[in-house]
């Protein structure tokens, strides 16, 4: 390509070559390898010459071994260097660095304060021993000053209304841990599998099979249209076309979005919303954002949300204080000043005009997650039934449900909810995590890891959406190797039977409940898993 000039008639001049010390003189044959260096070459060969022993064996044990330990580098364990010739200077070795703590070490003992409770000698039992905090081991504080520490420290739980620790687990850990399919005889896994088999044929009989109802919303195509990598964006368009398919895309509900992450489908249910204004003016319909994790808060911006840093299985939802404004319920709970420290809210609490209906969805609950989110919102139908002794607001609390089931080898006892309806064909709470194992045939061998290429800062919770490394197999494992004996597509075949069955477990569970029978929300199974999303 011809480059013009910028101005006038000049031309662009060639770069001119880089200044060089000039060199001494010498006959061709006295020069030597070194001679050939240059300035900054020499500079660097003369600071390693210039570095302590341990420091270079330090760092040639470290090179050698490879710090990430990728495939096609040098592999192995760092060889720890000796203690520190510095002296007073801390003996604890800090892996992650490669290095020893620079740290003065506290008179009579080679460690300094933070590291002092690693010290076993006798004179350091005589003192008062430093202990690792209960609230957040990463620090630590004298055993004498324990209790006060634990009144001020920074990592202590907020004192909030709606914390209850468990809440949501609908039935108490197993008391042994859960056999594995690997565990099992071949005798053990074929039972299960003609239990799964069972309720999958009930399943057909009752309600038939999911269809496939792939939606758009015209929100997205904006976002779409700048992405190479576009799978995100055509899920979060057809789980907004399903919200808009279910009438839930109104000003005067209430949006409460589990797991929520960044807060992007949020933010793009937001958006759908505000398109309808015919002003084109940003929706104020309120938002609550609900997630255990603190993410970068980059969509809170455009919408009025308050966000609830709470893990959900510990979550009461109708405690929330901004949510019971929604229902006129207020006014008989005193707002926790502390309830700042854990969310923060940019809502205006004008008086409503009524009750406004919850919606409530989520993108990215992994297994488990989902169940929690079921229990939480039916737990807040219950409360608010014998809270306000009206069936009309009862009636009117959650408009409408979406969440898109995916991690069912995430799922567990504790927190599964349909269990009553799977035990029906001699499953039990034990059978769960097998289960969820089983749910990974339908993948294994197609997508060894659920991830895309590109797009990485779409993937919220990328390590949750892995299959765990045990469930890993090739397609072609031959059925006389697999623990199972069974063929990888029969394997396939069962595992989306496992995905189906485990998702109707819950639909069952919902339909049982009678906050949602009395609701008139369950009138059938098209109502609650409309059809697939693709993934």
Same mark, same amino acid.
């Given at each position: 390509?011809?480059?013009?000039?910028?101005?006038?008639?000049?031309?662009?001049?060639?770069?001119?070559?880089?200044?060089?010390?000039?060199?001494?003189?010498?006959?061709?044959?006295?020069?030597?390898?070194?001679?050939?260096?240059?300035?900054?070459?020499?500079?660097?060969?003369?600071?390693?010459?210039? =570095?302590?022993?341990?420091?270079?064996?330090?760092?040639?044990?470290? &090179?050698?071994?490879?710090?990430?330990?990728?495939?096609?580098?040098?592999?192995?364990?760092?060889? #720890?260097?000796?203690?520190?010739?510095?002296?007073? #200077?801390?003996?604890?070795?800090?892996?992650?660095?490669?290095?020893?703590?620079?740290?003065?070490?506290?008179?009579?003992?080679?460690?300094?304060?933070?590291?002092?409770?690693?010290?076993?000698?006798?004179?350091?039992?005589?003192?008062?021993?430093?202990?690792?905090?209960?609230?957040?081991?990463?620090?630590?504080? #004298? =055993?004498?000053?324990?209790?006060?520490?634990?009144?001020?420290?920074?990592?202590?739980?907020? &004192?909030?209304?709606?914390?209850?620790?468990?809440?949501?687990?609908?039935?108490?850990?197993?008391?042994?841990?859960?056999?594995?399919?690997?565990?099992?005889?071949?005798?053990?896994?074929?039972?299960?599998?003609?239990?799964?088999?069972?309720?999958?044929?009930? *399943?057909?009989?009752?309600?038939?099979?999911?269809?496939?109802?792939?939606?758009?919303?015209?929100?997205?195509?904006?976002?779409?249209?700048?992405?190479?990598?576009?799978?995100?964006?055509? #899920?979060?368009?057809?789980?907004?076309?399903?919200?808009?398919?279910?009438?839930?895309?109104?000003?005067?509900?209430?949006?409460?979005?589990?797991?929520?992450?960044?807060?992007?489908?949020?933010?793009?249910?937001?958006?759908?919303?505000?398109?309808?204004?015919?002003?084109?003016?940003?929706?104020?319909?309120?938002?609550? *954002?609900?997630?255990?994790?603190?993410?970068?808060?980059?969509?809170?911006?455009?919408? =009025?949300?308050?966000?609830?840093?709470?893990?959900?299985?510990?979550?009461?939802?109708?405690?929330?204080?901004?949510?019971?404004?929604?229902?006129?319920?207020?006014?008989?709970?005193?707002?926790?000043?502390?309830?700042?420290?854990?969310?923060?809210?940019?809502?205006?609490?004008?008086?409503?005009?009524?009750?406004?209906?919850?919606?409530?969805?989520?993108?990215?609950?992994?297994?488990?997650?989902?169940?929690?989110?079921?229990?939480?919102? &039916?737990?807040?139908?219950?409360?608010?039934?014998?809270?306000?002794?009206?069936?009309?607001?009862?009636?009117?609390?959650?408009?409408?449900?979406?969440?898109?089931?995916?991690?069912?080898?995430?799922?567990?006892?504790?927190?599964?909810?349909?269990?009553?309806?799977?035990?029906?064909?001699?499953?039990?709470?034990?059978?769960?995590?097998?289960?969820?194992?089983?749910?990974?045939?339908?993948?294994?061998?197609?997508?060894?890891? *659920?991830?895309?290429?590109?797009?990485?800062?779409?993937?919220?919770?990328?390590?949750?959406?892995?299959?765990?490394?045990?469930?890993?197999?090739?397609?072609?494992?031959?059925?006389?190797?697999?623990?199972?004996?069974?063929?990888?597509?029969?394997?396939?075949?069962?595992?989306?039977?496992?995905?189906?069955?485990?998702?109707?477990?819950?639909?069952?569970?919902?339909?049982?409940?009678?906050?949602?029978?009395?609701?008139?929300?369950?009138?059938?199974?098209?109502?609650?898993?409309?059809?697939?999303?693709?993934?």
């Amino acid at each position: 390509m011809d480059l013009a000039a910028s101005s006038g008639n000049s031309q662009m001049q060639p770069p001119s070559p880089i200044a060089r010390p000039p060199v001494r003189p010498r006959e061709v044959d006295d020069l030597t390898a070194a001679d050939a260096q240059s300035p900054a070459d020499s500079s660097l060969a003369a600071s390693q010459d210039e =570095q302590p022993p341990s420091a270079k064996k330090q760092r040639t044990d470290k &090179d050698a071994t490879g710090s990430d330990g990728r495939k096609g580098k040098k592999t192995g364990k760092a060889v #720890q260097p000796p203690p520190p010739s510095k002296p007073n #200077q801390c003996h604890f070795f800090v892996t992650r660095k490669q290095r020893y703590c620079s740290l003065a070490a506290r008179k009579g003992t080679n460690y300094c304060g933070e590291h002092g409770h690693l010290d076993t000698s006798s004179a350091a039992a005589a003192r008062d021993p430093r202990v690792p905090c209960p609230l957040d081991p990463n620090h630590t504080v #004298q =055993q004498s000053d324990l209790k006060k520490h634990l009144l001020r420290c920074n990592s202590r739980l907020p &004192d909030l209304p709606y914390r209850s620790t468990d809440v949501n687990l609908v039935r108490s850990a197993l008391s042994e841990p859960a056999r594995l399919l690997q565990e099992r005889s071949k005798d053990e896994i074929a039972s299960l599998v003609a239990s799964i088999e069972a309720a999958h044929a009930e *399943m057909l009989a009752q309600d038939g099979d999911i269809p496939t109802l792939v939606l758009d919303h015209p929100v997205v195509h904006t976002r779409r249209d700048a992405k190479q990598n576009r799978k995100h964006v055509n #899920q979060v368009a057809s789980l907004i076309g399903h919200l808009q398919h279910m009438g839930s895309l109104k000003e005067e509900h209430v949006f409460v979005e589990f797991g929520a992450g960044k807060g992007e489908f949020g933010h793009f249910v937001h958006k759908a919303l505000s398109s309808q204004r015919p002003d084109g003016s940003h929706s104020s319909a309120p938002f609550f *954002m609900v997630d255990r994790s603190n993410f970068r808060k980059k969509f809170d911006a455009y919408m =009025q949300v308050e966000r609830i840093a709470l893990d959900i299985k510990d979550l009461k939802l109708s405690l929330v204080p901004s949510l019971r404004h929604y229902h006129g319920l207020d006014q008989n709970l005193a707002s926790d000043s502390s309830s700042t420290s854990a969310s923060t809210s940019t809502m205006p609490h004008a008086k409503p005009a009524g009750v406004r209906p919850l919606v409530g969805f989520s993108k990215h609950l992994c297994g488990g997650a989902t169940d929690l989110t079921l229990a939480c919102l &039916d737990g807040y139908m219950a409360d608010l039934a014998s809270q306000t002794k009206s069936s009309a607001t009862t009636s009117s609390a959650v408009h409408s449900i979406l969440i898109a089931l995916c991690c069912h080898h995430r799922c567990s006892a504790e927190t599964y909810v349909g269990l009553d309806w799977l035990s029906k064909f001699g499953i039990q709470a034990h059978d769960i995590h097998a289960l969820g194992q089983m749910g990974g045939w339908a993948v294994c061998g197609v997508r060894p890891k *659920m991830t895309v290429d590109g797009d990485q800062d779409d993937d919220e919770d990328l390590e949750e959406h892995s299959l765990p490394e045990g469930d890993l197999e090739e397609q072609g494992t031959p059925a006389a190797e697999h623990y199972s004996g069974m063929s990888h597509a029969d394997r396939e075949r069962i595992g989306f039977m496992v995905k189906r069955v485990l998702d109707y477990g819950r639909v069952q569970w919902l339909r049982s409940r009678d906050e949602w029978n009395a609701a008139g929300k369950m009138r059938g199974w098209k109502d609650q898993l409309d059809g697939h999303v693709e993934s």
